[in-house]
C-alpha cells in the first residue's frame, strides 16, 4: 500500500486494529450501512457485521456514555462524532465521567475509550458545523488529545488511542480526507506524546496542528525563496505534549510562530506559546507570533469564510515578523 | 535544618565564579537538583544546581564575582531562623554580602521602570474581528522619538531607562560583557536583537587592540575590557610562559594526505560532514600518542600523569577569543567520526554553547593556522598538557626524493614540549611518527 488517502489510512487503521482484536468495535451516527458522514468507515460493516459495527442514536451524550461503559467492561470501543462540533453534547460524559473514573477508582477502572472526531472550515459549513475546539479538551486532565495531519499519522496515532488506557479525543480534519501520502505496507503505531519535524530550519520554527501543518510548509517554501530557513514541527499529540522537541526547536532557531485552524484567543497556540517562552526564555530573539483565526463565529458566505480562517500566507507574514528589521 | 548553598566547583582550576542571576527567588520551594542559579565562570556559562530541598530562605549574594566555597544563599525549612547561620556565614563571606542590597535596589527600580511604561490591557475585545499581531504599536506610544531615532546618532537613553532586547541579545551581551545600553537595536522599534550583539562583540576583536589603534579618533586612546574568557587567557599563556620549552619542526609530504582527505569526501554520505585535514590529522596524532606515551601527558602538581587515551583539543578562534573543546577518545574513532564531533565543537564554540565538559580532559593540542596561509609557528603549550603542534598551510614546494627535485605539497609541523615531562629524544621520535602517518596515512590504523 504505497499512496493512501488520509480517509484511508483511518479506515486501515481500525480494519486491522478490528482483525487482529476482538474487543475493538465502532459505534456511530450513519457509520454502518452508509459508512460514516465522511465515508471513512466505509465497507466495515461488510468485513465486520452489525454486532460490531453499530449505528446509534442521534444523542452524543448517549454515544459517549455507552463507550465509556463499554470500554471500563475491558473493550477497546471507537466512537464516531460527526462533526466536533457536536462534541459539546458529551461535556458531562467526557469531562466529568471519562476523563475522570481512572483516578477517581484509585486505577480500578479504566476508560480505554477512543473518540473520532472532524472538524474544520474551508468548504463553507457554517458556523456549528466546522470548529476547531481541540483547546477545549486540552484542559482537561484524564484526557489525551491527537490531532494527526498527514495519512501515515493518522493510522500509526490512531493505532496507539485505541490501544491507550485512557480516553483519547481524536480530532481529524475534513479538509485532510483527500489528501495522498506514502504509508508503510506495516503499520507502524506511532507513540502518543512525540512531535514530529516536518521540515528543519535555522531561522524560525513554526509550530503546527491539523491543516495548518501543510499551509506551513508552503509558506516555508515561499519563506525559503527570501532566504529565511524555516522550520516545521508538528506536535501530532497535543496531550501529553513533546515540549522537548518544541523547545530544542526554538533553542535553534531562537524564533517561534504558532498556528492552527482555531481562533487564536485561548487556543492551543496559547499553550504552546508559555511552554516555549518558559523554556527557550533566554533564546528567544522575537516576540513569540501567533496564526489563527479571526475571533469569530466561521461565516459561511466562502469568501467571509476566507477572511476568517488562516492561510499559508498569514503564517508567512508571521514569519516575516519574526525575523524583520527596524 | 537550614543549609548554605555555597559556589561550587565546576571544574579544574576554577577559583571564583560570577553570579549572573537568581533563577529562584527568597520564599520559593526548590526541589533537589532544581537550577538555582546563573554562574558565569572563566570558560562558559552554566545553571547551578540545588543540592538540598526546601525553601530558598535567604539570597546572601545576588550577583556578581565570589570566590569558591562562598556562601551565597541559604536552604530550609520555611519557618526556620537563619540569623545565626548567616552570621557565621557572612563572617565566611567577608566583604562580599555588602553588595548584595545594592544589587536587590537596582532590580526593583528596573522593575518599577518596566512597570511604569507597561500600557493598559485592551479592555474589551470580545466579539471583535481583531488581525492578529496589531497589538504592538500601542505599547510605545509614550516614547515614539526613541523608537524611531537616527540609527547614526543614538540616542543616549535616560538613566534608568530600560534597554528593550530580546532575551537572546541579553544572554549573549551577559556572557560577552557587553552593555547593552551602548547598542542601537535594529529590530521593530528599536530593539537590540542578536545580531546587533554579536556585531558589537565581534568589533573590537577585529580592531587592533594595541595602543596606537589607528582605528580610535586621533589623541584618543582606545581601552578594550578583558572579557572573562580574555582573562582566562591571559592568565593560563602566562602560567604556560613559566615551562621550560623546547621546539622541534619537521617538513612532510603530505600528498597521501590530501588523497585520503579527497578519498573520505568521495565516500561522504548524505547528511556526513566533510572531513578536513586537520580532521585526518587529529587522527594521525592520536594514533602516534599511543605509540609515544610520554608525549599524551599532563604535568599535575610536581607528577606527570601519562594518559591512556588520546583526548586531542583543537584550537578554535571564536569573535570572544580562542578556545580549545576536547575530541575524546579520537584514537578509537574514524575520520569521518572526528569530522563529525568536530564539526558539532566548532559551531558551539561560536555560538558559546559549549558545557565545561566539552573543554576538560584534553592531553594533546592541534593548533592550526593553515589557512591562514601561515607557513608554519610555534605555539604556547596549554598547561596541564606537555605538548602541542602547530601546523602550518599545505604548499607546494620543492622537494628532492630519491636525488630527483620534486614540486610536492609541503606541511610544516612544529612541536612545542615542556622539557620537564618530556625529553628532546621523546618528541623527536614522536615527530617521526607523525611525519610517518602524514607520507603513509595508513599506517595509523
Known amino acids: 500500500m504505497p499512496e493512501v488517502t488520509y480517509r484511508e489510512a483511518v479506515r486501515d487503521a481500525l480494519a486491522r486494529a478490528m482483525r487482529e482484536d476482538e474487543r475493538v468495535f465502532l459505534m456511530g451516527e450513519d457509520i454502518a450501512e452508509m459508512g460514516g458522514s465522511m465515508a471513512v468507515t466505509q465497507g466495515l460493516l461488510e468485513e465486520f457485521g452489525p454486532k460490531r459495527v453499530r449505528n446509534t442514536p442521534i444523542s452524543e451524550m448517549a454515544i459517549v456514555g455507552s463507550g465509556i461503559g463499554a470500554a471500563m467492561q475491558g473493550l477497546r470501543p471507537v466512537v464516531e462524532i460527526m462533526y466536533e462540533d457536536f462534541l459539546t453534547l458529551s461535556m458531562e460524559q467526557l469531562v466529568n465521567q471519562a476523563a475522570k473514573h481512572r483516578t477517581m477508582s484509585g486505577g480500578q477502572l479504566s476508560v480505554p475509550l477512543t473518540i473520532r472526531t472532524q472538524g474544520g472550515a474551508g468548504w463553507s459549513p457554517g458556523a456549528q458545523h466546522a470548529q476547531q475546539l481541540e483547546a477545549w479538551f486540552v484542559h482537561v486532565p484524564g484526557l489525551k488529545v491527537v490531532f494527526a495531519s498527514t495519512p501515515e499519522d493518522v493510522r500509526g496515532l490512531l493505532w496507539s488511542a485505541i490501544y491507550d488506557e485512557n480516553p483519547v479525543v481524536f480530532f481529524e480534519h475534513r479538509t485532510l480526507y483527500p489528501i495522498k501520502g506514502e504509508i508503510p505496507d506495516e503499520l507502524e503505531p506511532i507513540p502518543l506524546g512525540k512531535a514530529r519535524i516536518h521540515r528543519e530550519g535555522t531561522d524560525v520554527s513554526v509550530i503546527a496542528t491539523g491543516r495548518l501543518v501543510h499551509e506551513a510548509l508552503a509558506a516555508a517554501d515561499e519563506a525559503e525563496k527570501d532566504g529565511i530557513s524555516v522550520e516545521v514541527v508538528d506536535p501530532r499529540t497535543l496531550q501529553p505534549l513533546d515540549e522537548e522537541a518544541i523547545i530544542a526547536s526554538v533553542v535553534k532557531t531562537t524564533r517561534a510562530v504558532t498556528a492552527h485552524e482555531a481562533v487564536t484567543r485561548g487556543g492551543f497556540g496559547a499553550e504552546l506559546t508559555a511552554v516555549i517562552q518558559h523554556g527557550a526564555f533566554d533564546y528567544l530573539d522575537a516576540p513569540i507570533e501567533r496564526v489563527g483565526a479571526k475571533f469569530a463565529p466561521l461565516p459561511f458566505a466562502p469568501v467571509m469564510e476566507e477572511h476568517v480562517i488562516p492561510h499559508a500566507a498569514d503564517v508567512l507574514a508571521a514569519i516575516k515578523r519574526t525575523v524583520a528589521r527596524a | ?445
Not at chain 2, 530550609?76 to 536587590?104: F, I, Y
Not at chain 2, 613559566?242 to 617538513?251: D, G, Y
Request: proline share 6%; hydrophobic share 40%.
Open chain 2, 1 to 445: 535544618m537550614a543549609v548554605e548553598v555555597k559556589l561550587p566547583r565546576l571544574g579544574q582550576g576554577m577559583e571564583a565564579g560570577t553570579i549572573v542571576r537568581w533563577l529562584k527567588s527568597e520564599g520559593d520551594a526548590v526541589a533537589k537538583g532544581e537550577a538555582l542559579f546563573e554562574l558565569d565562570t572563566d570558560k562558559v556559562t552554566q545553571e547551578v544546581e540545588a543540592e538540598a530541598e526546601g525553601v530558598l530562605l535567604k539570597i546572601v549574594v545576588s550577583e556578581g564575582e565570589v570566590n569558591v566555597g562562598t556562601t551565597v544563599g541559604v536552604i530550609g525549612a520555611g519557618d526556620e531562623d537563619v540569623t545565626e547561620l548567616l552570621t557565621t556565614a557572612q563572617e565566611g563571606n567577608g566583604a562580599a554580602p555588602a553588595e548584595a542590597p545594592q544589587a536587590e535596589g537596582d532590580e526593583t527600580a528596573e522593575k518599577e521602570a518596566e512597570e511604569e511604561s507597561k500600557p493598559d490591557a485592551p479592555s474589551d475585545v470580545t466579539g471583535d474581528v481583531e488581525p492578529q499581531g496589531e497589538v504592538e504599536p500601542q505599547r510605545d506610544a509614550e516614547q515614539p522619538a526613541q523608537a524611531v531615532a537616527d540609527p547614526d546618532s543614538p540616542t543616549p537613553r535616560a538613566s534608568g531607562e530600560r534597554v528593550k532586547a530580546s532575551p537572546l541579545a541579553r544572554r549573549i551581551a551577559r556572557e560577552r560583557g557587553i552593555d547593552l545600553g551602548t547598542l542601537t537595536g535594529s529590530g521593530p522599534e528599536g530593539r537590540v536583537v542578536a545580531e546587533d550583539v554579536e556585531q558589537a562583540a565581534s568589533t573590537p576583536a577585529t580592531a587592533p587592540s594595541t595602543v596606537a589603534a589607528p582605528s580610535a579618533a586621533p589623541g584618543e586612546v582606545e581601552v578594550v575590557q578583558l572579557t572573562s574568557v580574555r582573562k582566562t587567557i591571559a592568565r593560563r599563556l602566562t602560567e604556560a610562559w613559566e615551562a621550560p620549552v623546547f621546539q622541534l619542526t619537521v617538513i612532510a609530504d603530505a600528498s597521501e594526505l590530501i588523497a585520503t582527505r579527497e578519498r573520505l569526501v568521495d565516500l561522504m554520505r548524505e547528511g556526513e560532514v566533510k572531513p578536513t585535514v586537520n580532521d585526518v590529522l587529529t587522527r594521525i596524532v592520536a594514533s602516534a600518542l599511543m605509540r609515544h606515551r610520554p608525549v599524551n601527558a599532563q604535568f599535575v602538581e610536581g607528577e606527570i600523569h601519562r594518559h591512556p587515551t588520546a583526548s586531542v583539543g583543537i584550537a578554535v578562534a571564536t569573535a570572544n577569543g580562542l578556545v580549545v573543546p576536547v575530541v575524546r577518545d579520537a584514537q578509537t574513532k574514524s575520520i569521518q567520526e572526528i569530522a563529525g564531533v568536530r564539526a558539532d565543537l566548532v559551531e558551539r564554540s561560536r555560538t558559546s554553547k559549549l558545557q565545561l565538559a566539552d573543554l576538560e580532559g584534553g592531553t594533546f593540542t592541534i593548533s592550526n593556522l593553515g589557512m591562514y596561509g601561515i607557513d608554519q609557528f610555534i605555539a604556547v603549550l596549554n598547561p596541564p598538557q606537555v605538548a602541542i603542534l602547530a601546523v602550518g598551510a599545505i604548499e607546494d614546494r620543492p622537494l628532492v626524493v630519491e636525488g630527483e627535485l620534486v614540486i610536492a605539497p609541503v606541511l610544516t609541523m612544529t612541536l612545542t614540549c615542556d622539557h620537564r615531562a618530556i625529553d628532546g629524544s621523546e618528541g623527536a621520535e614522536f615527530l617521526q611518527t607523525v611525519k610517518a602517518y602524514v607520507e603513509t596515512p595508513a599506517l595509523a590504523l
